[in-house]
């Protein structure tokens, strides 16, 4: 990355590595995010396009590369949707650990038995009604594979903060998929 | 480990040890293995972990086929310079070119001017330049103390007549 910032004779080479190396998840990543693959591949255009004007900007000692690849493009896609009047929820509890404490309680959750058999197409749809907040959390951990710190890192959140929204989020998906499990 | 933060790391991460904080690991993986009510209560999150596990491994459209990634990566590079591309023009000092165009202009190297000859002019022009500069900017002589009271006093008179009792219209006149 250091080559990329520094904008020498391996700079362009330095860049294509760099590519080479994360245009897959962050490709499936915008993907998940945005639901139309159009959208989505413009969005990891333009991440790129921010890695390669900003790369300046990274500073390895406070974050990991993909911490920073994911960040770029997970704002991007954020804006995106509000450029695009889509409604960014917002989860109102986002900063209140607190929460935590009533995930302990699973008396309330959906009976697993209800989604035991649900198609991966109705896993995916419940997915997306999520809201914005906790479909990333999720998206982050689960299918970008980064720890707890990094996801924490990439929605500006402390690690306390992800757990209560991871929990939530897993709450709301389970109760998402008990619905359309009930529907079938 | 207690029972509540083991249903608390549950109830955010999942029953998968993998999606485990590594710092808590180790012992969540003891306190499950110890603990029947643990292994009831991972059970319970594990269904969703199959269910969220099981669009990974579907054909799902969020996943790009080789092609499509091969694609983007054209693009990418295109747009910003690739290993086949030029420099980014940021690397480029506007001074360094427009010296360029100067010697360019002065002893163009299509009709044959050596590399010496050029050298030479580029690297004489930022002296030409600033000597010139310097000739241009240069302050006149310092006015002396008396030059600057006179001055003073000539001023003062302009705008009060007091001093030297003569009307604006002879003021204008003598002017």
């Known amino acids: 990355m250091q080559k990329v910032a520094d904008a020498g004779e391996e700079a362009p080479?330095?860049?294509?590595?760099?590519?080479?190396?994360?245009?897959?998840?962050?490709?499936?990543?915008?993907?998940?995010?945005?639901?139309?693959s159009t959208d989505a591949d413009d969005m990891v255009q333009e991440a790129f396009a921010k890695v390669w004007t900003d790369a300046g900007r990274f500073n390895?000692?406070?974050?990991?590369?993909?911490?920073?690849?994911?960040?770029?493009?997970?704002?991007?896609?954020?804006?995106?949707?509000?450029?695009?009047?889509?409604?960014?929820?917002?989860?109102?509890?986002?900063q209140?650990?607190?929460?935590?404490?009533r995930a302990d309680s699973q008396d309330d959750a959906p009976d697993h038995r209800l989604f035991a058999e649900v198609t991966s197409d109705q896993v995916r749809q419940a997915l997306d009604d999520l809201p914005e907040r906790q479909r990333s959390a999720l998206l982050l951990?689960?299918?970008?594979?980064?720890?707890?710190?990094?996801?924490?890192?990439?929605?500006?959140?402390?690690?306390?903060?992800?757990?209560?929204l991871l929990a939530r989020a897993r709450r709301a998906l389970k109760q998402n998929l008990a619905d359309s499990s009930i529907r079938v | 480990m207690n029972a509540k933060t083991f249903r608390r790391m549950l109830s955010a991460y999942g029953a998968h040890s993998v999606n485990w904080p590594i710092d808590m690991?180790?012992?969540?993986?003891?306190?499950?293995?110890?603990?029947?009510?643990?292994?009831?209560?991972?059970?319970?999150?594990?269904?969703?972990?199959?269910?969220?596990?099981?669009?990974?491994?579907s054909a799902g459209t969020h996943s790009p086929t080789s092609a499509e990634l091969a694609h983007l990566r054209e693009n990418i590079l295109n747009h910003v310079p690739g290993p086949s591309g030029s420099k980014?023009?940021?690397?480029?000092?506007?001074?360094?070119?427009?010296?360029?165009?100067?010697?360019?202009?002065?002893?163009?190297?299509s009709l044959g001017f050596g590399p010496l000859l050029r050298s030479a002019t580029a690297a004489g022009l930022p002296v030409m330049i600033g000597a010139l500069l310097g000739a241009?900017?240069?302050?006149?002589?310092?006015?002396?103390?008396?030059?600057?009271?006179?001055?003073?006093?000539?001023?003062?008179?302009?705008?009060?007549?007091?001093?030297?009792?003569?009307?604006h219209d002879e003021m204008e006149n003598s002017l």
């Open chain 2, 25 to 57: 690991r180790e012992e969540a993986e003891a306190f499950l293995n110890e603990h029947q009510e643990a292994q009831r209560w991972a059970l319970s999150e594990r269904f969703l972990d199959l269910a969220l596990t099981s669009i990974e491994q």
């Open chain 1, 96 to 101: 209140d650990s607190r929460i935590n404490d």
């Open chain 1, 141 to 164: 951990c689960y299918y970008q594979g980064l720890s707890n710190r990094d996801t924490a890192a990439v929605l500006d959140l402390t690690v306390a903060a992800l757990e209560s």
């Open chain 2, 88 to 109: 980014r023009p940021a690397t480029v000092q506007p001074v360094e070119a427009w010296i360029d165009q100067i010697v360019d202009w002065l002893w163009p190297q």
């Open chain 1, 13 to 36: 080479d330095a860049f294509a590595e760099i590519v080479d190396a994360f245009l897959a998840p962050l490709t499936r990543y915008c993907r998940r995010m945005m639901h139309q």
């Open chain 1, 60 to 94: 390895a000692e406070s974050a990991r590369l993909s911490t920073w690849l994911h960040q770029i493009a997970h704002n991007l896609c954020v804006d995106h949707f509000r450029k695009h009047n889509r409604m960014v929820e917002e989860d109102p509890t986002d």
């Open chain 2, 136 to 167: 241009t900017m240069m302050p006149s002589a310092p006015m002396s103390v008396a030059d600057e009271e006179g001055e003073e006093i000539y001023l003062i008179a302009l705008v009060d007549d007091t001093y030297t009792g003569l009307a």
